[in-house]
């Protein structure tokens, strides 16, 4: 720029000056911004990495084992009574009433035998029952005479007491005589086979012209009646599980045949007594079977509703710690620091598991600790989850798994 001139224009140098201390002022503001503006992302990324490094966790609170557990037990039913029927009498079978699957009343003839010796003996004992009588009352007329010419010089006294005597000797053997033709009598009974209770033909081991032969030792059974309109049901507990299932425990059962249904019974008596070889206690379960679905010697699944123990806490088997410091779970302080607490196990019931001790049941327990979890390291705790009662309800035990003592 010129003046008119032509003589260049000239600034004065104190406005060069400002100019100049502007654009450092400037330069010094950017620069101030910039390095402001780095440290304060620097910050922010440092507090955000320091802040993601907490891991968040989620907690659960131990609960007593109130909640309605299981056992399941294999079993195998049994008629509430089963009578073999066995001969009394040898002989041939003459006939037969029922089958298998028939249904008799207590009385019924079942089936009679023919028994030919049996009838030629009761002929003989009521022939001998007749001598000794005919025997008996000839030696009373005797005994009477001679009794009466007792007061004269007639008799000897001694010939008196040897007629008296005679008389007292057939008496006897009339007695024996009667008491030989009674048992026949009643051994002639046996020829029918009759039912002793209501129930059920399960057996018939016999047919019309098969030889019999008496007792249960060297003759075979001929029928087996049953009952079933209740069934017995034995088990075998183990021990460990023995003081959890006392009279009038309520058990499910269930049989393969009926897959969709299942039976109510109840535990009514138990051996009291553990069987060596097995550890194991016998139990008695009834079943009602009025509607006769169920069958004598059926397998059946047992499913005991026993009760936990109310000592015991429940965890999340997701909460346990197992390295080389032992069994342990984590737990979260007030201050939301890991205190973690040994403890060990009273049953495994595979989701949830039942810790005999180490824990109180005010404390929060991590249910997925992270990896390499230590005391003292900070967490930060999610939203809380459900106590872990509601989660064990549906969980059974088994004979095999359900006792993990450490």
């Known amino acids: 720029m010129s003046q008119p001139d032509g003589n260049p224009v000239r600034h004065p140098p104190h406005r060069l000056r400002r100019a100049g201390i502007a654009f450092v002022l400037l330069a010094i503001a950017v620069v101030a911004y910039g ?7 620097n910050s922010r990324l440092r507090d955000l990495t320091e802040a993601q490094a907490i891991p968040t966790v989620g907690i659960v609170t131990p609960s007593h084992a109130e909640n309605q557990t299981g056992l399941d037990l294999p079993g195998r ?10 001969a009394r009498v040898p002989g041939y079978l003459k006939s037969w009433k029922y089958d298998i699957g028939g249904k008799v009343k207590a009385g019924e003839l079942l089936a009679e035998i023919d028994t030919p010796d049996l009838d030629q003996q009761l002929q003989q004992a009521r022939a001998a029952l007749g001598v000794a009588q005919a025997n008996a009352k000839l030696a009373k007329i005797t005994a009477d005479r001679w009794q009466s010419l007792a007061g004269t010089d007639a008799v000897a006294t001694q010939d008196v007491d040897t007629r008296n005597s005679t008389l007292n000797a057939n008496i006897a053997q009339v007695k024996a005589a009667q008491a030989s033709l009674d048992q026949l009598v009643a051994e002639e009974g046996f020829k029918r086979l009759i039912a002793p209770f209501d129930g059920i033909v399960t057996a018939r081991d016999t047919d019309i012209g098969q030889l019999i032969n ?27 599980y023995v003081p959890s299932v006392p009279p009038g425990t309520k058990a499910t059962i269930s049989v393969p045949e009926h897959p969709d249904k299942t039976y109510t019974g109840t535990v009514e008596a138990s051996a ?7 550890g194991t206690t016998l139990m008695q379960i009834i079943v009602d079977n009025n509607a006769g679905e169920m069958m004598p010697g059926d397998y059946a699944s047992i499913h005991l509703h026993i009760a936990g123990d109310p ?10 710690i197992f390295d080389a ?18 403890v060990s196990i009273e049953r495994d019931l595979g989701a949830v598991v039942e810790l005999a001790s180490g824990l109180a049941p005010n404390d929060r327990v991590i249910e997925n600790p992270p990896d390499g979890v230590e005391n ?10 459900p106590a872990v009662a509601d989660a064990g309800k549906t969980k059974t035990r088994s004979a095999q798994g359900g006792n993990a003592k450490s």
């Open 272 to 278: 009291q007594a553990v069987v060596p070889s097995t």
């Open 35 to 41: 390095l402001g503006s780095r440290a304060a992302q």
């Open 325 to 342: 410091q032992g069994l342990s779970v984590a737990t979260v302080s007030a201050n939301n620091r890991v205190l973690r607490k040994p």
């Open 376 to 385: 003292g390291a900070e967490v930060r705790v999610a939203t809380a989850a």
């Open 311 to 320: 000592n015991v806490l429940s965890v999340p088997s997701s909460a346990l």
């Open 77 to 86: 039913l049994q008629a509430f009574i089963n009578a073999p029927i066995y």
């Open 214 to 240: 008496v007792g249960a030792t060297g003759g075979m059974q001929l029928f087996v009646v049953s009952e079933t309109s209740k069934l017995r049901v034995y088990v075998a507990v183990p021990q460990n």
